[in-house]
């Protein structure tokens, strides 16, 4: 009788310690898991989801998401007062699904898929486009590290697009990855879940505006810059020739769609690279100057910072992957189109840059184009503002877009009234919005003519932040549980490095215009 006694109290008290063990490790799992890291083993991971519903939820999210799709047979949802990324959609893509289509229109399976070639070119398009004139300027200053950062920096933009890719997956029950986030701020705000479900969203919103609205700012003061120096002799400052590339963009503010400008984008990129190729012709022709001793092993420590950001500012293209690769008709592909991309802008801003660093050495102007001689220099200046012009309305339109989402079309919790009538006509007003943002472009172009140290500072308040400091901390966040040591190593590197170079930058740059204005250096 006695044994049996001992046998039963002895049965309750293990159960007892099992339970409470149980519990003790749900709730370090459970504190892990809202802090956003998800449980590091597998009896962390069960305990927590014996105990927490959100497992349970993100089970049954994706299999009702996966319902859902298949029985609307293709019609887009939008959720009447709901805003976008909110708590409904952290980790199982049961929050509202993005409404890229204004009124109506079928999913992302019935529209036209791109290959990954087409792909790569939109890449090339973003990572090789005007800024690349800034390079030699950063050789000027940076000498063999300059050259260097410009590897590093394709490196780590490479890196750093393929894991924001992966911050839009999840693995299901079954471990298969399943795309559960479509952009750029859906990442942002599952981040930020559950107290602040809005709060990345806004933080990415407001890096965006300002990266494209300072792109548009780059594109009119480069427009005035060469035009200028194409005609010394025009009795016609640097600002009146932006205040005519100006009004030659005013009709941008009539754009309801991209269709019309994207007929212009093969032919505007084609000519960017006979321009490159004429420029390094030149330069070649011209080798046996060169002046190898002038690329110096130590850096200007107060322009160097300056250059870091020309150089991160010419990579980006983080802002659009998420779109580019949903719209892939083999998304496995990404990766490789990524790499093929990245190598190639490395090899040819490289080569870009030092080539015509050695050509003119210390004369090295911050748009290289004005050391050319001045009957080559005309030609090539015309077409470069050509292309500044055609380049102008995309970063012009994924601004207004961004805008007129987070402030007028929020789902009916907008701060201002929708800009569009019910037929879907611009008003007036919304009209003399879009205008006040091109001449705010032209604004700021004529205050602040200094194409290099624009760039840089752009490139560092912003370009680092998107391109470096934000993907390395999202990936820790949401995938923290699939990570190995040397991604966990990578990505604290990368958010360490970054955010060092965008402080430092920042600064000098800010110095370099501060000092531009005090002694009214032009460029």
Same mark, same amino acid.
């Given at each position: 009788?006695?044994?049996?006694?001992?046998?039963?109290?002895?049965?309750?008290?293990?159960?007892?310690?099992?339970?409470?063990?149980?519990?003790?490790?749900?709730?370090?799992?459970?504190?892990?898991?809202?802090?956003?890291?998800?449980?590091?083993?597998?009896?962390?991971?069960?305990?927590?989801?014996?105990?927490?519903?959100?497992?349970?939820?993100? +089970?049954?999210?994706?299999?009702?998401?996966?319902?859902?799709?298949?029985?609307?047979?293709?019609?887009?949802?939008?959720?009447?007062?709901?805003?976008?990324?909110?708590?409904?959609?952290?980790?199982?893509?049961?929050?509202?699904?993005?409404?890229?289509?204004?009124?109506?229109?079928?999913?992302?399976?019935?529209?036209?898929?791109?290959?990954?070639?087409?792909?790569?070119?939109?890449?090339?398009?973003?990572?090789?486009?005007?800024?690349?004139?800034?390079?030699?300027?950063?050789?000027?200053?940076?000498?063999?590290?300059?050259?260097?950062?410009?590897?590093?920096?394709?490196?780590?933009?490479?890196?750093?697009?393929?894991?924001?890719?992966?911050?839009?997956?999840?693995?299901?029950?079954?471990?298969?990855?399943?795309?559960?986030?479509?952009?750029?701020?859906?990442?942002?705000?599952?981040?930020?879940?559950?107290?602040?479900?809005?709060?990345?969203?806004?933080?990415?919103?407001?890096?965006?505006?300002?990266?494209?609205?300072?792109?548009?700012?780059?594109?009119?003061?480069?427009?005035?810059?060469?035009?200028?120096?194409?005609?010394?002799?025009?009795?016609?400052?640097?600002?009146?020739?932006?205040?005519?590339?100006?009004?030659?963009?005013?009709?941008?503010?009539?754009?309801?769609?991209?269709?019309?400008?994207?007929?212009?984008?093969?032919?505007?990129?084609?000519?960017?690279?006979?321009?490159?190729?004429?420029?390094?012709?030149?330069?070649?022709? +011209?080798?046996?100057?060169?002046?190898?001793?002038?690329?110096?092993?130590?850096?200007?420590?107060?322009?160097?910072?300056?250059?870091?950001?020309?150089?991160?500012?010419?990579?980006?293209?983080?802002?659009?992957?998420?779109?580019?690769?949903?719209?892939?008709?083999?998304?496995?592909?990404?990766?490789?189109?990524?790499?093929?991309?990245?190598?190639?802008?490395?090899?040819?801003?490289?080569?870009?840059?030092?080539?015509?660093?050695?050509?003119?050495?210390?004369?090295?102007?911050?748009?290289?184009?004005?050391?050319?001689?001045?009957?080559?220099?005309?030609?090539?200046?015309?077409?470069?503002?050509?292309?500044?012009?055609?380049?102008?309305?995309?970063?012009?339109?994924?601004?207004?877009?961004?805008?007129?989402?987070?402030?007028?079309?929020?789902?009916?919790?907008?701060?201002?009234?929708?800009?569009?009538?019910?037929?879907?006509?611009?008003?007036?007003?919304?009209?003399?919005?879009?205008?006040?943002?091109?001449?705010?472009?032209?604004?700021?172009?004529? %205050?602040?003519?200094?194409?290099?140290?624009?760039?840089?500072?752009?490139?560092?308040?912003?370009?680092?932040?998107?391109? %470096?400091?934000?993907?390395?901390?999202?990936?820790?966040?949401?995938?923290? +549980?699939?990570?190995?040591?040397?991604?966990?190593?990578?990505?604290?590197?990368?958010?360490?490095?970054?955010?060092?170079?965008?402080?430092?930058?920042?600064?000098?740059?800010?110095?370099?215009?501060?000092?531009?204005? +005090?002694?009214?250096?032009?460029?």
């Amino acid at each position: 009788m006695a044994h049996l006694i001992r046998h039963k109290l002895s049965n309750k008290l293990t159960n007892a310690a099992h339970t409470v063990s149980n519990k003790s490790q749900a709730k370090v799992s459970g504190v892990f898991a809202r802090l956003g890291f998800q449980a590091a083993t597998d009896e962390e991971g069960l305990g927590f989801a014996e105990c927490d519903d959100l497992d349970y939820d993100y +089970r049954q999210g994706m299999q009702m998401d996966v319902l859902q799709g298949d029985e609307e047979g293709g019609e887009e949802v939008e959720g009447e007062g709901e805003l976008e990324g909110d708590s409904h959609y952290q980790r199982d893509g049961t929050g509202p699904r993005p409404s890229s289509l204004k009124t109506g229109g079928s999913l992302d399976e019935d529209k036209p898929k791109i290959t990954s070639w087409e792909a790569g070119w939109n890449v090339t398009n973003a990572i090789q486009g005007m800024f690349v004139l800034g390079l030699p300027y950063a050789i000027l200053h940076g000498g063999y590290l300059g050259l260097f950062l410009i590897i590093f920096a394709a490196v780590v933009c490479c890196y750093t697009g393929k894991i924001l890719i992966a911050c839009l997956y999840e693995e299901n029950e079954d471990g298969i990855k399943v795309r559960v986030r479509e952009s750029y701020v859906d990442i942002a705000n599952a981040c930020c879940m559950p107290r602040f479900p809005a709060l990345g969203g806004h933080v990415v919103n407001v890096a965006q505006i300002i990266e494209l609205v300072m792109t548009c700012i780059l594109y009119v003061v480069v427009s005035g810059n060469l035009m200028y120096n194409s005609f010394p002799g025009f009795p016609v400052s640097q600002k009146a020739w932006s205040v005519v590339a100006t009004a030659a963009l005013l009709p941008c503010a009539f754009l309801k769609n991209l269709k019309a400008v994207s007929k212009f984008s093969f032919l505007c990129t084609l000519a960017h690279f006979v321009i490159n190729i004429l420029v390094i012709a030149y330069c070649l022709s +011209r080798a046996r100057e060169w002046a190898w001793e002038k690329v110096k092993f130590y850096i200007d420590v107060k322009k160097f910072p300056i250059s870091i950001g020309i150089i991160v500012f010419s990579y980006t293209s983080q802002i659009f992957l998420p779109s580019l690769e949903g719209n892939m008709q083999k998304p496995s592909e990404f990766h490789c189109m990524m790499e093929w991309t990245h190598i190639s802008a490395c090899v040819l801003k490289g080569l870009f840059a030092l080539v015509a660093y050695l050509t003119w050495a210390d004369t090295t102007k911050e748009v290289i184009t004005d050391n050319l001689p001045s009957t080559i220099r005309a030609v090539v200046n015309i077409f470069l503002v050509a292309k500044a012009l055609l380049s102008y309305p995309l970063p012009f339109f994924a601004a207004v877009e961004v805008l007129e989402k987070s402030f007028f079309q929020d789902g009916g919790r907008a701060m201002f009234p929708d800009c569009y009538s019910p037929s879907g006509q611009l008003k007036s007003w919304g009209l003399g919005l879009r205008v006040a943002l091109v001449v705010f472009t032209l604004l700021m172009a004529v %205050f602040v003519p200094h194409f290099a140290l624009l760039m840089g500072l752009t490139g560092s308040l912003t370009g680092a932040g998107l391109c %470096f400091l934000l993907p390395s901390l999202f990936h820790l966040k949401l995938q923290w +549980r699939n990570l190995l040591w040397h991604h966990v190593f990578f990505d604290v590197a990368i958010f360490v490095i970054g955010g060092i170079c965008a402080i430092s930058g920042f600064i000098h740059s800010v110095e370099g215009l501060i000092e531009a204005y +005090r002694y009214n250096i032009h460029d």
